[in-house]
């Protein structure tokens, strides 16, 4: 056994201990975790039917927690684990994993039959091993373990032997400058000067895909890059590009992923696909798998609105992945821009709550649907328990002894905001004391966040400090930011319109 490296995820939690291998002839590689680099078949069975696994069933955790007086079973309740893991590839998983085991929302002992069952049937197998031994206290592990160890190195050598010619020549600065634009001409290059043909092709593709799977994910993604390059059959390049995405996400690269998310987005809305269907599901995954970068990237909160809010992609939401309307809620909430398309939003919500829920969606039709402020007030204090036992919205930021939830602070803050405002479109006058518990603040922290905005030209009021109440000035609409409001539309949905005028024209040429 070599050496041991900790390798950390996205999300600042520790994936595991993997080690290094080495081969004898000054190469050493990874043993980490597996993955298929298309997003079909992806994930084993027990994944795919969450109820298989006690740990994806949060009703059967529930009522055993219920019965030993857990207070964590209602936060497993709206764990979305079950709903979001059958769309994500094997690593991206793990995280996933590896925070509800942070977050101790199920029993560790779950958690580590979870990561086996996961990875009975991969290449991560000394990661395998370790979780085997922390699970069962000894340090023996099954044959069957060893066995398949002693594959995955045969065949990671043999892998590397049969890419070693294409490698070779991509390590050459001076060779890899006189490729081309143009492929054909690249594979006529590289087929009569270096002898180098559409099998060592394949070989980088295979070489690629397995460091993926060892946890090499710099180099992975970089052979994959160079793969993509090389490569004319689009289906193996579609492969090769979730997979580089894949690698990037892991390895924290949000501006490269984000590049990769937008590449990937155009090859899905402009592809032929076998049937709609298809084309849906491969707009789940994209936006399951966006997840990762939009709430990592700076501009991220932003993105997901005009990703997820798109037409095409919200009717995927709706037909089949309702739970992500739960993201798309909190990035309308914590974005500083008040957007046209929130009021077509609520009415999305509204439609959808039959078929999914959580507080906070139940949040917003309290304030713009029902105008249930006590309500509303209720649900804020589960948003706030919702974002921190969730992978993407609950991210620690640890500053020296000090920790803190970025998201879990803005979301509170625009909460209480979106309380007051629409409380204060119904009332004139109001009790200070009324608006504090409205806004779950005690009389003085209420005050004092009301004067706040008043100071920052954000509310158009005075405060009466012998009634103790606020008084809103009228405010007489502009008939300019009217029309402004009522036009301003009307370019996007022009666009949208002649969008599907050409996709019928082209649909009709075809026929």
Not at 221 to 241: F, G, H, K, P, V
């Given at each position: 056994?070599?050496?041991?490296?900790?390798?950390?995820?996205?999300?600042?939690?520790?994936?595991?201990?993997?080690?290094?291998?080495?081969?004898?002839?000054?190469?050493?590689?990874?043993?980490?975790?597996?993955?298929?680099?298309?997003?079909?078949?992806?994930?084993?069975?027990?994944?795919?039917?969450?109820?298989?696994?006690?740990?994806?069933?949060?009703?059967?955790?529930?009522?055993?927690y219920?019965?030993?007086?857990?207070?964590?079973?209602?936060?497993?309740?709206?764990d979305?684990?079950?709903?979001?893991?059958?769309?994500?590839?094997?690593?991206?998983?793990?995280?996933?994993?590896?925070?509800l085991?942070?977050?101790?929302?199920?029993?560790?002992?779950?958690?580590?039959?979870?990561k086996?069952?996961?990875?009975?049937?991969?290449?991560?197998?000394?990661?395998?091993?370790?979780?085997?031994?922390?699970?069962?206290?000894?340090?023996?592990?099954?044959?069957?373990?060893?066995?398949?160890?002693?594959e995955?190195?045969a065949r990671?050598?043999a892998?590397?032997?049969?890419?070693?010619?294409?490698?070779?020549?991509?390590?050459?600065?001076?060779?890899?400058?006189?490729?081309?634009?143009?492929?054909?001409?690249?594979?006529?290059?590289?087929?009569?000067?270096?002898?180098?043909?559409p099998?060592?092709?394949?070989?980088?593709?295979?070489?690629?895909?397995?460091?993926?799977?060892c946890?090499?994910?710099?180099?992975?993604?970089?052979?994959?890059?160079?793969?993509?390059a090389?490569?004319?059959?689009?289906?193996?390049?579609?492969?090769?590009?979730?997979?580089?995405?894949?690698?990037?996400?892991?390895?924290?690269?949000?501006?490269?992923?984000?590049?990769?998310?937008?590449?990937?987005?155009?090859?899905?809305?402009?592809?032929?696909?076998?049937?709609?269907?298809?084309?849906?599901?491969?707009?789940?995954?994209?936006?399951?798998?966006?997840l990762?970068?939009?709430?990592?990237?700076?501009?991220?909160?932003?993105?997901?609105?005009?990703?997820?809010?798109?037409?095409?992609?919200?009717?995927?939401?709706?037909?089949?992945?309702?739970?992500?309307?739960?993201?798309?809620?909190?990035?309308?909430?914590?974005?500083?821009?008040?957007?046209?398309?929130?009021?077509?939003?609520?009415?999305?919500?509204q439609?959808?709550?039959?078929?999914?829920?959580?507080?906070?969606?139940?949040?917003?039709?309290?304030?713009?649907?029902?105008?249930?402020f006590?309500?509303?007030?209720?649900?804020?204090?589960?948003c706030?328990?919702?974002?921190?036992?969730?992978?993407?919205?609950?991210?620690?930021?640890?500053?020296?002894?000090?920790?803190?939830?970025p998201?879990?602070?803005?979301f509170?803050?625009?909460?209480?905001?979106f309380i007051?405002?629409?409380?204060?479109?119904?009332?004139?006058r109001?009790?200070?004391?009324?608006?504090?518990?409205?806004?779950?603040?005690?009389?003085?922290?209420?005050?004092?966040?009301?004067?706040?905005?008043?100071?920052?030209?954000?509310?158009?009021?005075?405060?009466?400090?012998?009634?103790?109440?606020?008084?809103?000035?009228?405010?007489?609409?502009?008939?300019?930011?009217?029309?402004?409001?009522?036009?301003?539309?009307?370019?996007?949905?022009?666009?949208?319109?002649?969008?599907?005028?050409?996709?019928?024209?082209?649909?009709?040429?075809?026929?």
């Amino acid at each position: 056994m070599g050496s041991k490296i900790k390798i950390l995820n996205g999300f600042g939690m520790s994936l595991g201990i993997l080690y290094i291998i080495g081969f004898g002839f000054g190469c050493s590689q990874f043993c980490g975790y597996p993955t298929r680099l298309h997003p079909y078949n992806q994930l084993h069975d027990c994944l795919k039917n969450p109820n298989s696994i006690t740990l994806l069933s949060p009703p059967s955790i529930r009522r055993k927690y219920e019965h030993q007086h857990h207070p964590r079973a209602t936060m497993a309740t709206y764990d979305l684990t079950p709903r979001i893991a059958p769309n994500l590839d094997r690593h991206l998983v793990f995280p996933l994993l590896e925070f509800l085991q942070e977050r101790q929302l199920y029993p560790e002992e779950q958690i580590f039959k979870s990561k086996i069952e996961l990875l009975s049937k991969t290449n991560m197998v000394d990661y395998a091993m370790d979780i085997h031994k922390s699970l069962y206290h000894t340090e023996d592990v099954p044959q069957d373990m060893i066995e398949r160890r002693a594959e995955v190195v045969a065949r990671l050598k043999a892998l590397e032997e049969g890419a070693a010619p294409l490698v070779a020549f991509l390590q050459n600065v001076n060779a890899v400058q006189e490729l081309r634009a143009d492929k054909q001409y690249n594979l006529q290059m590289l087929n009569d000067r270096f002898q180098i043909g559409p099998k060592q092709i394949e070989a980088l593709y295979q070489y690629a895909k397995f460091q993926f799977e060892c946890g090499n994910y710099s180099g992975a993604a970089d052979y994959l890059y160079q793969y993509r390059a090389l490569c004319t059959n689009s289906e193996r390049s579609l492969s090769a590009l979730w997979g580089k995405l894949a690698a990037e996400i892991l390895m924290q690269n949000w501006d490269i992923a984000l590049e990769e998310l937008n590449r990937l987005k155009e090859i899905i809305d402009s592809k032929s696909f076998s049937s709609p269907l298809n084309q849906m599901q491969s707009r789940i995954w994209l936006m399951h798998w966006s997840l990762f970068i939009f709430f990592n990237h700076d501009n991220g909160r932003t993105q997901i609105i005009d990703l997820f809010n798109q037409d095409k992609y919200l009717n995927a939401i709706q037909t089949n992945a309702p739970h992500l309307l739960r993201y798309l809620s909190t990035a309308f909430i914590v974005n500083k821009r008040r957007r046209p398309q929130f009021k077509d939003f609520i009415k999305v919500l509204q439609q959808e709550q039959q078929s999914y829920k959580d507080p906070i969606t139940e949040f917003l039709a309290c304030v713009y649907v029902n105008y249930d402020f006590d309500g509303a007030q209720k649900k804020m204090r589960e948003c706030e328990e919702v974002i921190l036992n969730d992978p993407f919205l609950g991210k620690r930021v640890e500053d020296s002894n000090f920790s803190t939830v970025p998201m879990r602070d803005e979301f509170l803050e625009n909460a209480r905001l979106f309380i007051f405002e629409t409380y204060c479109r119904i009332h004139q006058r109001i009790n200070m004391g009324v608006l504090a518990e409205k806004l779950n603040l005690n009389y003085e922290e209420a005050e004092r966040w009301i004067v706040n905005l008043i100071r920052n030209s954000k509310l158009d009021a005075k405060i009466d400090s012998q009634s103790g109440t606020v008084i809103m000035e009228p405010n007489q609409p502009n008939v300019y930011e009217q029309l402004i409001d009522h036009t301003k539309a009307i370019s996007g949905r022009t666009y949208k319109l002649v969008g599907q005028l050409l996709e019928h024209a082209q649909a009709q040429a075809v026929r």
